[in-house]
């Protein structure tokens, strides 16, 4: 299955990606220069507008079971909350692909190339050596285009201004692609929201707070006509204080689900090595319980543990979602004689009070996603006028899987496929997720701080020559 959906995103990341740098190049060259900031952030505020109905499309996809139609539901014990639960991941791809398909209809109908405004001769002189370049360009045969290419990327990488700039945009691309690709996670796994919510929520309050920030950017530069250093000056500083707002969230977090065996003891009482032997205790140790299970079930003092075998339950009632087990012996060392030693299927709940920093962490972080967006038209634009849009599509490549790879790292149980081999994590550490994903934040700074650096050398050095 994977190998179809690799294919499938592998063919469509080849039509998506030409659009973006060959749209904004579009809009720069037939613009005039004080206008293009503000065509770009109009572009990429309605671009936003495909992620936001998306969040929200998968909102609604991740709230029906992945066989929906093929299974009865009656006899699916798990829920959306529940680790192992599979949206229905299929039906977006289904409907945006038609949408996809109705939408590069328009495209055929653009002309090649725009008329020229009068009187801007210079602007008109540069347009017409870009066309004449790309027309010998054509007449290049693929082994000398081969040639040249070695020498010309030897060439900007020796020079370290360039060099400078490249880097900071290539961390700056990095550092959105890891928030955003896994912010829904960390919500899902900080908070304890379901993945429904946590994609509805991102399309209904971050999405638009950026979407407005990118306009806003690119009025402020058309408004007051802002160079590039002083785009990248607004730049570095909305980053910087949206950087600053952002360590806000280093205070709502919330503490590990109590597991058994995982976070906590079988009474309850202490924190315990993260390994399988730790898992097993006198009460379960004649059970034969599998370590590589991972069937949830919740104890009323809150204790979760990772089986009903673990819990040493003997017998249940009930069917389906609400099937209860009884007589736990492990419940009971951890609760006052004659209490209930009965658990329920699923995982515990976080305590009251995480949802209480889960609001302080979205106002957080929608106030944080507004004020960087408003550098963000600004500091594109030096990437735009510097012919560095390519290496954001080349640049941005490996973000998802070292970031993935740290991710991974805080994982505290995985679940093992039938035919063997690691399969999903099932439950993370709350406090090392949160510190290693917190700490993205840096890249967007440092980034910000190479871009001033490269505009103020090569300042320096025209003002030398």
Known sequence: MWIYVFLGNALRGIGETPVTPLGISYIDDFAKAENSPFYIACLQTITLLGPMFGFLLGSY??????????????????????????????????????????????????????????????????????????????NLKLRDIAKGFLPSLKRLLGTPAYFLLLCGSILKFNSFIGLFTFKGKYMEQQFGTTASRANFLIGLLNLPAVAVGIFLGGLLMKRYKLSLVA??????????????????????????????????????TQSVSYNNEMLFSECNRDCLCSAEEWDPVCSDNGITYISPCMAGCLSSTGYGKSTVFHNCSCVSTSFPEGSSTSVRLGQCPHAKDCSRSFTSYMAVSVLSSFIHALGA??????????????????????????????????????????????????????????????????YIVLCDILNVIYLRTHRYNKLRK
């Open 61 to 138: 996809c991740a709230k029906l079971y992945v066989d929906i139609g093929y299974v009865d539901m009656e006899s699916v014990t798990i829920t959306p909350k529940d680790a192992r639960w599979v949206g229905a991941w299929w039906m977006g791809f289904l409907v945006s692909s038609a949408l996809l398909l109705i939408s590069s209809i328009p495209f055929w109908f653009l002309p090649r190339s725009m008329p020229k405004h009068e009187g801007d001769a210079a602007r008109q002189e540069n347009l017409d050596g870009t066309e004449n370049a790309h027309s010998n360009n054509h």
């Open 231 to 268: 785009g990248a000056q607004l730049s570095f500083t909305t980053s910087f204080i949206a950087y600053l707002i952002m360590l806000l969230q280093f205070s709502t977090k919330c503490e590990n689900i109590p597991v058994a065996g995982l976070t906590v003891s079988y009474n309850g």
């Open 377 to 442: 038209t600004p500091g594109y634009m030096v990437i735009v006028r510097k012919y560095l849009v390519y290496t954001l599509s080349v640049g941005g490549i490996p973000a998802p899987v070292y970031f993935g790879a740290l991710i991974d790292s805080t994982c505290l149980k995985w679940s093992i496929k039938k035919c063997g081999g690691r399969g999903a994590c099932r439950i993370y550490d709350s406090y090392t997720f949160h510190t290693r994903h917190g700490f993205k934040g840096i």
